[in-house]
C-alpha cells in the first residue's frame, strides 16, 4: 500500500535514517537527546530502524527537572525496559539544592538552571561528540534556520550567522577542537507528519497526547493540568475537569492543554490539519522574550 | 494528503523583496496559524518597513540580527501545502557575503524563483544566484520581477528583465524559464491574478510553483550504495547500511564493490519491520550479501553490469563508477580565505573521505559573459573550474549522471568548517592516470646503499628566530655521524628555483607548494632533508607533511617570540617592516599560524643553539633515524 501520505513520509524515513547513520558514522560517540514526547517517540523507533538488528549505538539522555508529569516518567521507563535501552537520567544538583522550580523562579531562569544548564552538565560528563535532537524546523522560526548537523561552540553555544554551508546529503560531522555537534534528523518533519507517521508505523506515546478528562486550573489564559500536590493554588480555587489534551508536553506547569475531544491518533490528526494555533504555543517558556527560542539556543538549548 | 513533493528555492538579489513575497505565499496559502498572525502584528509595529501595514518578511526572518537589521542571513525551511502539491521552500539570503547559505538551499532543490526588482533590473547577485541554482541542477527557473507598484505596473521593465535572465539561462544551458510580473507587497500575481497588469495573462506564482515539472530520476537507472556503516551485532550477521541512490535494487542482484572490483549477490534486504525482496531509489536500506567480500565505510556497491552485455562489442548499458584521484569540477568557494593551487582539503563525496589538493584553476565564472576566465585564485562566493588530486581513490561519476556521487564538499582541515561545494565535470579514471614509471632502483634501495633512513626536517618560524641557524648546526652533526643530508633554504632557494615568486599569500603557497615537491625528491633519493622557511601557514606545513609517507615529516618549531626577534633583526628586516618598507612580512603585517602540534618544539629563549640542535639529533636518535 503506497498511498500517497505513505510515499511522502518514506521519503522523510529515509532522510532521518540517513541522518542518523551519519552521526554514528562521523560524530561518535554521541547521545540521544530522550525528552518523552511525541518527536523522541519517532526519534527513538527511527534509532531502532536504522541500525536494525544491531540496537542503537549510543545511549539515551532524559534531562529530568523532577517537573515532568508522573505519566511522562512511568512511560520513560516502561519504554526503556522494552527496548532494554542504556537510558540515563540527569538532574542539576545545583537546581536541586537551591530548590529551583517553576513557580518560584520565572521561566527562563527556571529553564535555564532546570533544563539547559543540566543538558550542557550531562553533555561535558559524557564526553559527547555529538549530541542527537529531535527539533523540527516547522516549530519555531530560528529553528527554522538551524542546520541538520549544527556545530556548538565552547560551552554549547549556538552562532547563528557562523553556520556551515550544508549540501545534498552531505553531512560534516567534523568538529575543531572545543566544538561539538548538534544532530536533528528531524528537522524536515512537520507536526502533521510526525503524528501520520506514528499512526503508520503504530508507535506508542504518552497517554497525555489524548483528550480525556483531567484536573485543570487556568492561569494567564491557559489551562494548566494538576498532576501532583506541588501545584500551587490560590485560597478557594478547585481544579475543574475538562475533557483536555496536550500538543507538545513539558514541565507540568509550564505546559498548558488544549480542550478536546480528540482521544485516538485520527482525532489528532483531525485536529492537526484544522488548528489554527501553533504547536509551540502551549510553552510558556518561549514566551518570555522576544526571539526567545534563539537566545535558549545561544546558550546551548537545544 | 497531496502526493507531490516539490522543493522550491527562492533567491535573488538583496532587497528585491524575497522574504515579503514568501511572508506573502504563505499566509494566503494558509500556512501561517493565528498566534504567530498576532506576532506578525507584533513584530510590525516593531520593526517593520511598510508603516501602519503587516510586513510579511518578518514571518521568515527568524533570528534577532535578521529582523533588527531586516535582511535575511540564512537559509530558512518553510512547509506549506495546496491541495495539488506539497512544498518545501527554502528562502535563501540575497547578501553577496551570504551566498554560501544560498548555495546550501540550492543543493537540494528542483525549481528556483528568482526575484529581480522591476525598478533595480537583473543585478550581479542575480546572475550569481542564477549561475548557482543551474550549476546545482535546478532544472526550471520561475523569475518573479517584483516590485512591480513602483514601476507603475508597467510592461517594459518586466519584459526586459525576462529577456535578460532567458538570455542568461541559455549561456548556461537549456532550463525552463516562466516569467511573472508580482507586487509582493499587495499580493499581485502571487495566489491571485492581479486586476492591475491586464496585459499579463500567464500564471499567478502559486499557479506556475504547481505546474512546475518534477525531476523523474530515470527508471532504468543501476543502483548505488555509498556504504555508511557495516551492521554486525553478532557473528551471524553483517549488513551493508546506507541510502540507495539510482536505480531500483532485488534480492539476488549481483553489486561491485567499485573500488576493490569483487562483487556479491544481495542474500537479504533486511529491516525492521522484516526483510524486502525490492528497494527504491531514495530508500535507506541494509543490504546482507550472500557472501562475505571486503567492505566498508566509504566504499560504494554498484549494480554489476549485466553479463550479456559484457561482450567487447556491446556497450555496457550500466557501466561502474570510475576509481579515480583525480577530478576536475565546477567549485563554489564559500570560505573567507582564498583557495589556491597547492591548498589542500579534506574532500568528502558519498560517504568517502580523501585528502584534495588543488593541481589547478583552470578559471573562475566571469558573470557578465558566464564564461571562465583566467584566475590564480577563488575568493570567496567565486565560481570557477578546480581540479583536485586525491590522496586516496575516490569512486564517483560526473554531477550530471549522480547528484550523490557527483557532488562534493570540501572542508578546512583545522577550522573543519565547509568551505567549498564542487559539481565533478570530468573524472580522470585511476587505471588511466598518467603513467607513473615505477623504477627499480626506489627509495628503499637508495637508502639501503646509505644506511640510512630518510626524513625531511622542516624548521618553521618567524624570521630571526634562528632555523637556519640550528639546521645549520644539525647538519654538520649528521654529516660528522656519517650521513648524508641536504639543505633547502628559504633565502637561498628564493634565488634561483623560487625567483620568480612574491610575498603574497598566493606565492608563499606556492613557493612552499615546490619546496615540499623538492623535498620529497630528496627524500626520495634516501637523503635526510632540512628545510628552513618561515612556512607560516599551518594548511602548507600539512600539505608537505602528506607528501612524505608518515613518520618521514618532522615539523620543529622553532619557537621564539616576535619581540625577540625583532631585537634580532640579522638583517634588518623587521626595521624595514615597521617602517612600512617592506610588505607582508610574518610577525609584522602578515601573520603566523603556529604549529599545534610539532615533533620537536626549539625555545631559544631557554638554551643556546648547540643545546637545541643536540635536542633534534636526540630525537632522530629516539625514532631510529640516526642510528
Request: charged share 25%.
Amino acid at each position: 500500500m503506497t498511498s500517497p501520505a505513505t510515499a511522502h513520509l518514506r521519503l522523510l524515513e529515509a532522510e532521518s535514517l540517513h541522518i542518523l547513520r551519519e552521526a554514528a558514522a562521523q560524530a561518535m560517540p554521541t547521545v540521544l537527546m530522550y525528552s518523552i514526547g511525541k518527536d523522541s517517540s519517532v526519534l527513538l523507533h527511527l534509532a531502532r530502524k536504522a541500525f536494525h538488528p544491531a540496537p542503537p549505538p549510543f545511549p539515551l539522555l532524559h534531562i529530568d527537572t523532577t517537573w515532568k508529569f508522573r505519566a511522562m516518567i512511568a512511560f520513560r521507563d516502561a519504554v526503556a525496559a522494552r527496548y532494554d535501552l542504556d537510558l540515563h537520567v540527569h538532574t542539576n544538583p545545583d537546581g536541586l539544592r537551591q530548590g529551583v522550580n517553576p513557580f518560584d523562579f520565572d521561566p527562563t531562569t527556571y529553564t535555564r538552571i532546570m533544563k539547559t544548564d543540566a543538558l550542557k552538565q550531562a553533555l561535558d560528563a559524557g564526553g559527547y561528540v555529538s549530541a542527537i535532537g529531535g527539533a523540527r524546523r516547522d516549530e519555531e522560526r530560528s529553528r527554522a534556520k538551524e542546520r541538520i548537523f549544527s556545530v556548538r561552540g565552547p560551552g554549547h553555544s549556538w552562532d547563528p550567522k557562523r553556520q556551515r554551508p550544508e549540501l545534498w546529503q552531505l553531512y560534516n560531522g567534523q568538529h575543531a577542537p572545543g566544538e561539538t555537534l548538534r544532530v536533528f534528523p528531524l528537522s524536515n518533519w512537520t507536526e502533521l507528519d510526525v503524528w501520520t507517521y506514528i499512526l503508520m508505523e503504530g508507535i506508542d506515546v504518552v497517554p497525555l497526547y489524548f483528550a480525556a478528562p483531567r484536573p485543570t486550573v487556568e492561569r494567564d489564559g491557559v489551562l494548566i493540568v494538576v498532576d501532583d500536590d506541588r501545584m500551587r493554588l490560590a485560597p478557594g480555587e478547585t481544579p475543574v475537569m475538562r475533557m483536555v489534551r496536550f500538543r507538545s508536553l513539558g514541565c507540568y506547569p509550564l505546559s498548558a492543554a488544549v480542550e478536546s475531544e480528540a482521544a485516538d491518533l485520527p482525532a489528532i490528526i483531525a485536529e492537526t490539519r484544522g488548528v489554527r494555533l501553533s504547536e509551540r504555543a502551549g510553552r510558556l517558556i518561549d514566551y518570555d522574550a522576544d526571539a526567545s527560542m534563539e537566545l535558549k539556543k545561544r546558550e546551548g538549548y537545544f | 494528503m497531496p502526493e507531490q513533493l516539490l522543493r522550491v528555492l527562492a533567491c535573488g538579489s538583496v532587497d528585491d523583496g524575497k522574504s515579503t513575497l514568501i511572508g506573502r505565499l504563505l499566509f494566503e496559502s494558509g500556512a501561517v496559524p493565528d498566534d504567530t498572525m498576532a506576532t506578525l502584528e507584533q513584530d510590525s509595529r516593531r520593526f517593520g518597513t511598510v508603516p501602519g501595514d503587516l510586513d510579511f518578511a518578518l514571518l521568515v526572518d527568524g533570528l534577532a540580527a535578521e529582523r533588527e537589521q531586516g535582511v535575511t542571513i540564512d537559509v530558512a525551511y518553510r512547509y506549506f501545502e495546496t491541495p495539488r502539491r506539497r512544498f518545501i521552500l527554502a528562502d535563501a539570503p540575497g547578501h553577496q557575503q551570504y551566498t554560501r547559505n544560498m548555495a546550501t538551499g540550492a543543493s537540494t532543490a528542483d525549481v528556483a524563483v528568482l526575484l529581480v526588482d522591476a525598478t533595480k533590473g537583473v543585478l550581479a547577485q542575480t546572475r550569481r544566484h542564477a549561475a548557482i541554482a543551474a550549476l546545482m541542477g535546478v532544472c526550471h527557473f520561475v523569475l518573479a520581477v517584483n516590485k512591480m507598484d513602483l514601476a507603475g505596473f508597467a510592461e517594459e521593465p518586466f519584459a526586459t528583465a525576462a529577456t535578460e535572465i532567458h538570455l542568461l539561462l541559455d549561456r548556461l544551458g537549456t532550463y525552463g524559464l516562466t516569467a511573472i510580473p508580482v507586487a509582493a507587497r499587495d499580493g499581485d500575481n502571487v495566489t491571485r491574478p492581479s486586476p492591475r497588469m491586464g496585459w499579463y495573462s500567464g500564471p499567478t506564482l502559486l499557479a506556475a510553483l504547481e505546474a512546475a515539472p518534477i525531476p523523474t530520476p530515470a527508471a532504468d537507472a543501476p543502483a548505488r550504495l555509498p556504504v555508511q556503516l557495516v551492521l554486525r551485532p553478532n557473528a551471524d550477521f553483517r549488513g551493508y547500511a546506507g541510502t540507495l541512490r539510482g536505480g531500483r535494487l532485488r534480492v539476488g542482484d549481483t553489486l561491485v564493490n567499485v573500488g576493490a572490483g569483487t562483487s556479491a549477490r544481495v542474500a537479504r534486504l533486511a529491516g525492521m519491520d522484516g526483510d524486502r525482496t525490492t528497494a527504491e531509489p531514495g530508500q535507506a536500506v541494509t543490504v546482507v550479501l550472500d557472501h562475505d567480500i571486503d567492505v566498508s565505510r566509504g566504499d560504494v556497491l554498484a549494480a554489476a553490469p549485466t553479463p550479456a552485455r559484457r561482450r567487447d562489442d556491446m556497450p555496457l548499458v550500466a557501466p561502474l563508477p570510475e576509481v579515480t584521484q583525480q577530478i576536475t569540477a565546477r567549485v563554489v568557494w564559500m570560505d573567507d580565505t582564498d583557495l589556491f593551487r597547492g591548498r589542500a582539503y579534506l574532500l568528502m563525496l558519498g560517504t568517502a573521505t580523501s585528502i584534495a589538493t588543488v593541481t589547478e584553476i583552470g578559471g573562475r565564472l566571469d558573470l557578465d559573459r558566464m564564461e571562465d576566465e583566467p584566475a590564480r585564485k577563488l575568493a570567496g562566493n567565486e565560481i570557477g573550474t578546480v581540479t583536485l588530486s586525491l590522496a586516496q581513490p575516490v569512486v564517483c561519476e560526473p554531477y550530471a549522471t549522480s547528484r550523490a556521487l557527483g557532488g562534493f564538499i570540501l572542508v578546512d582541515r583545522l577550522t573543519r568548517a565547509t568551505v567549498g561545494a564542487g559539481m565533478i565535470t570530468h573524472i580522470q579514471p585511476n587505471g588511466r592516470a598518467i603513467y607513473w614509471h615505477r623504477l627499480d632502483v626506489d627509495k628503499a634501495a637508495r637508502a639501503a646503499l646509505k644506511g640510512q633512513r630518510p626524513a625531511v626536517l622542516w624548521f618553521t618560524g618567524l624570521s630571526g628566530a634562528g632555523k637556519s641557524t640550528i639546521a645549520n648546526l644539525v647538519e654538520k652533526r649528521l654529516h660528522a655521524l656519517g650521513l648524508h643530508t641536504m639543505s633547502l633554504d628559504g633565502d637561498n632557494v628564493r634565488h634561483g628555483l623560487n625567483r620568480d615568486l612574491g610575498f603574497t599569500e598566493a606565492d608563499r603557497v606556492e613557493n612552499i607548494r615546490r619546496i615540499a615537491e623538492v623535498a620529497k625528491l630528496f627524500v626520495d633519493a634516501g637523503l635526510i632533508v632540512l628545510v628552513s622557511f618561515i612556512s607560516p601557514y599551518r594548511a602548507e606545513r600539512g600539505m608537505a607533511r602528506d607528501r612524505v609517507e608518515a613518520g618521514e615529516f618532522l615539523e620543529i618549531f622553532v619557537d621564539t617570540p616576535v619581540d625577540e626577534c625583532r631585537r634580532r633583526d640579522p638583517k634588518g628586516l623587521y626595521a624595514r617592516a615597521d617602517a612600512g618598507k617592506l610588505r607582508n612580512f610574518t610577525g609584522v603585517d602578515a601573520p603566523y599560524e603556529a604549529p599545534e602540534a610539532p615533533e620537536i618544539r626549539l625555545r631559544t629563549l631557554d638554551a643556546e643553539p648547540e643545546r637545541l640542535a643536540e635536542q633534534v639529533v636526540a630525537e632522530l636518535r629516539q625514532r631510529g633515524i640516526v642510528a
